[in-house]
């Protein structure tokens, strides 16, 4: 079935640079929600985009939603130790209840 | 606050043996989820179920089911376990958003049960 693709799939900063994640998609989506997941931890709901062209703020990280609806991207800046973990993109494919995680971004970040 | 319980947290079962895994959704939450993630990989939808009726169906296998019980607490049954059925299998329970156009449900998940099979 169709998967939201993100890139990159890992990256390695250095604390203090920034990191960007993006998730693409083929199809337009409703709607896209951001999850993090640390180390041998669970998902975690970071934020959800509904409209086309969105931007929201959460103190370091800006999420986007791209004017078609087929895109996203997370931007961290200025990284800390702290935001080490995987980032998914995911949204409920074709409605229903059936939330479909994208492929994942990988963060680590060294001192 | 309460959160999503899951148990039991770890299980070590023999091939072609049978488990079950609980998970206790978020009081007045109507829809629960499961989910399977191998080492590495993005979490998998399985099942999904809203006022304990079957909701949506993934890549469930058929040696696995599900159900919810009246007391909305759910269990994935996992029967002829397989090598490949280790993994980490995550419950998330979500209650509907008013108005829908605010967006999609959002999903809490509890710890996680991690499975394995030797």
């Known amino acids: 079935g169709q998967q939201v693709m993100q890139i990159p799939q890992y990256q390695h900063v250095q604390e203090g640079e920034d990191f960007t994640t993006y998730c693409n998609s083929s199809?337009?989506?409703?709607?896209i929600q951001w999850y993090k997941q640390r180390p041998g931890g669970h998902p975690v709901f970071l934020i959800q985009?509904?409209?086309?062209?969105e931007v929201k703020k959460q103190k370091r990280l800006t999420f986007q939603f791209g004017e078609a609806k087929k895109n996203s991207s997370l931007h961290i800046t200025a990284t800390q130790t702290t935001d080490v973990g995987t980032y998914f993109c995911?949204?409920?494919?074709?409605?229903?209840?059936?939330?479909?995680f994208g492929t994942g971004t990988q963060l680590k970040v060294e001192l | 606050a309460a959160g999503v319980i899951q148990s039991p947290r770890h299980l070590i079962k023999e091939k072609r043996e049978t488990a079950t895994l609980k998970c206790y959704p978020i009081?007045?939450?109507?829809?629960v989820y499961w989910y399977q993630q191998g080492p590495g990989q993005d979490p998998q939808f399985l099942i999904s179920?809203?006022?304990?009726?079957?909701?949506d169906k993934g890549s469930i296998p058929d040696r696995f089911s599900a159900q919810q019980f009246s007391d909305y607490h759910s269990e994935l049954n996992m029967s002829s376990l397989e090598l490949g059925d280790s993994a980490l299998y995550f419950c998330?329970?979500?209650?509907?958003?008013?108005?829908?156009?605010?967006?999609?449900?959002?999903?809490?998940f509890g710890a996680g049960s991690r499975l394995t099979v030797l």
């Open positions: 199809t337009t989506l409703s709607n």
């Open positions: 009081p007045r939450h109507d829809t």
């Open positions: 179920f809203y006022e304990k009726m079957q909701s």
């Open positions: 995911a949204d409920f494919t074709g409605g229903g209840n059936k939330l479909t």
């Open positions: 998330a329970s979500s209650e509907e958003r008013v108005p829908l156009y605010t967006g999609a449900n959002v999903l809490t």
């Open positions: 985009l509904v409209k086309s062209g």
